[in-house]
């Protein structure tokens, strides 16, 4: 459903975007712009539009296996992704109990009201 | 002047790096601290790697070759060791398999091909060194050759378990390649192991190229952080 969206709907790309910029929205907010910019050095932002779980990993990784870490940035990302969808589509999407959502599947509930839209 | 160009270079880029480790503060909650260290030690060591190996042309370019290939060069091998090392340890995922279909075709591929092709690709020039252990006088040689082999082997298993090109290891893996096309045929015409005309100039040159690779490469992705991220307010989110 969400690929055959895609390749009717050029937006994708403009989702891309809003995706790449509410990580780096996240890592600022959580870490501070220096530190955010030296893990974008080593993390690569990218990864998220295309495999979700593997950025996931990257930050699990690099912020320890407690979690606490990686699951404060993912929080960030989806909260900043919910704002950045209110503010530039009028889209309103649930952030309640943000700590229990998976950030895969809040990607692509965003994506498909983005393409929707 | 190719070892007098890749020292400035290399001199240049190391300084960019030091002073972006030096900037970067520590974030306030301590679970988040952990991140933040590692990405500055890598930092650190990259660095400081390049400053040690820009030293290693400055003594080319005097023509000191003792100090240059017995003493500097296995130095800067060393600090790229632990750089590769640190980044598969602390920084390195493999890319996750997208569906079950994946995981099982990744299994079979696993199971014949990438994980047996790196050290075999390895595995004979490994073997002439050491042979050569025990009939060269030549450690140092052996030791910055068996060094970047080994940095090539991790950069390139990093690359094949997730090759995704805008990626660090990706680009290093290149970067590590391209170093050890100029030290292999080198290394191997030092030892006796080849007797190639024109072997020193062709590997000063390629040396040179992947030289200037690892400061185009790091002075790129840095200006691309540091100045084409969009301008964040922090207090964008709570």
């Given at each position: 459903?969400t ?33 955010a ?6 993390v ?9 779980d ?14 606490a870490?990686?699951?404060?940035i ?17 889209i ?26 | 002047?190719?070892n007098l ?8 880029t ?7 480790a030096?900037?970067i ?38 023509g ?37 279909k ?44 068996g ?10 298993w ?35 192991f ?17 030289m200037?690779?690892?400061g ?10 540091v ?5 964040i307010?922090?207090?964008?989110i709570?």
């Amino acid at each position: 459903m969400t690929q055959s969206l895609r390749e009717k709907n050029p937006s994708a790309g403009g989702f891309n975007s809003m995706l790449m910029k509410s990580v780096d929205i996240a890592l600022t907010a959580a870490l501070g712009d220096s530190a955010a910019k030296a893990v974008k050095f080593y993390v690569d932002v990218s990864t998220i539009t295309k495999e979700p779980d593997t950025f996931k990993k990257q930050l699990d990784k690099l912020f320890s296996a407690s979690g606490a870490g990686s699951q404060l940035i993912e929080v960030k990302i989806m909260e900043s992704m919910a704002l950045l969808l209110k503010q530039s589509r009028s889209i309103s999407v649930p952030t309640g109990n943000l700590e229990t959502q998976d950030l895969k599947r809040f990607i692509e509930k965003c994506k498909r009201q983005f393409l929707l839209a | 002047m190719a070892n007098l160009a890749t020292a400035v270079a290399l001199f240049l880029t190391s300084v960019i790096l030091i002073a972006l480790a030096v900037m970067i503060k520590k974030p306030n909650k301590e679970y988040l601290q952990r991140g933040v260290g590692i990405t500055r030690t890598s930092t650190i060591l990259l660095g400081v790697f390049l400053l040690v190996h820009s030293f290693y042309h400055v003594s080319e370019f005097i023509g000191n070759d003792f100090f240059s290939d017995d003493i500097i060069e296995p130095a800067s091998i060393l600090l790229l060791l632990a750089f590769s090392i640190y980044v598969k340890t602390h920084v390195f995922v493999p890319r996750s398999p997208k569906s079950q279909k994946e995981i099982l075709t990744k299994k079979v591929i696993a199971e014949d091909s990438s994980s047996r092709v790196i050290p075999l690709v390895f595995a004979i020039p490994l073997l002439m060194m050491s042979l050569s252990f025990f009939t060269t006088d030549n450690v140092a040689e052996l030791f910055s050759m068996g060094g970047i082999l080994a940095s090539v082997a991790m950069f390139g298993w990093m690359a094949l378990k997730n090759p995704s090109p805008s990626s660090l290891h990706f680009q290093f893996a290149i970067i590590v390649l391209v170093w050890a096309a100029a030290e292999i045929p080198q290394g191997l015409s030092t030892l006796g192991f080849l007797s190639l005309g024109g072997v020193d100039t062709y590997g000063t040159w390629v040396h040179f190229v992947s030289m200037a690779l690892i400061g185009a490469f790091i002075c790129l992705r840095t200006l691309r952080i540091v100045l084409f991220s969009p301008k964040i307010d922090p207090n964008f989110i709570k």
